[in-house]
């Protein structure tokens, strides 16, 4: 296993671990260093941030806490997302929160671009990590953006069934599903969380057009349930007859 350096993050209730890793680091890798607790599946999201209305984080927040969070809670599943206190991420944060989750949900981002409690760097300009998040992965790296393929690397890393959901999101998003959509990867979309994933359910629109041949699982942000079925048909096996 690669000797990555381990940090400990204070946050008030639960310290989160962490390890810093390089620029380039096998995703399995990062993984293994973090010493998870057993996992069956993992769900990557990617989704806005800073940009997200707060309104519509509150909605998303509520969408996880009435799906993905109760769905990773009771089925094992590993979360990796963003990891900072912004938009999607947050809102899984709270989520887990909310629910009393105790399955991992890891953050991946550069180490230069974060604050976090015990951290050496000012907080000035620098996004906050998220507190309800268990792990983190933190890239020796300044700006946002350099964390996508780490990210993206964990669903095929993870060596269990695994899912990329979209919500909302910009442009190193819709990079992030290329990337996706280029290993096959199996992609559920959130419509009606806006930009990038409303972009991918039109099936006219200029993001679609870009990814030929994408099979998409769309779910509605206002019907949680239809997130726990799509996941169910992805990551669980089927019953024996």
Do not use: W
């Not at 260093?33 to 998303?60: K, N, S, T």
């Not at 009771?74 to 709270?94: K, N, P, S």
């Amino acid at each position: 296993m690669a000797d990555f350096p381990r940090v400990t993050i204070p946050f008030e209730g639960t310290p989160a671990r962490a390890v810093r890793v390089p620029i380039g680091a096998d995703p399995g890798a990062a993984l293994a260093a973090l010493d998870l607790p057993p996992y069956r599946a993992i769900v990557v999201i990617h989704g806005g941030a800073g940009a997200m209305d707060p309104a519509l984080v509150d909605a998303v927040t509520r969408f996880f806490a009435l799906s993905l969070a109760p769905f990773a809670e009771r089925h094992r599943v590993l979360i990796a997302d963003g990891g900072t206190r912004a938009g999607t991420m947050a809102a899984m944060g709270a989520a887990r929160r909310a629910v009393k989750g105790t399955f991992p949900l890891v953050g991946v981002a550069p180490a230069g671009a974060v604050s976090y409690p015990g951290s050496s760097l000012p907080d000035t300009d620098r996004a906050p990590l998220d507190e309800g998040h268990s792990h983190f992965v933190l890239l020796e790296a300044d700006a946002f953006g350099v964390e996508s393929a780490l990210l993206v690397g964990l669903l095929r890393a993870a060596s269990v069934p695994g899912a990329a959901l979209i919500v909302n999101g910009g442009p190193i998003v819709r990079e992030e599903i290329a990337a996706h959509v280029a290993l096959n990867n199996p992609v559920i979309a959130v419509a009606g969380s806006g930009r990038a994933a409303d972009e991918l359910v039109d099936p006219r629109g200029a993001l679609r057009a870009e990814l030929p041949g994408l099979t998409v699982e769309v779910v509605p942000l206002a019907d949680p349930p239809s997130l726990t079925a799509a996941l169910e048909r992805v990551l669980l096996p089927p019953a024996d007859p």
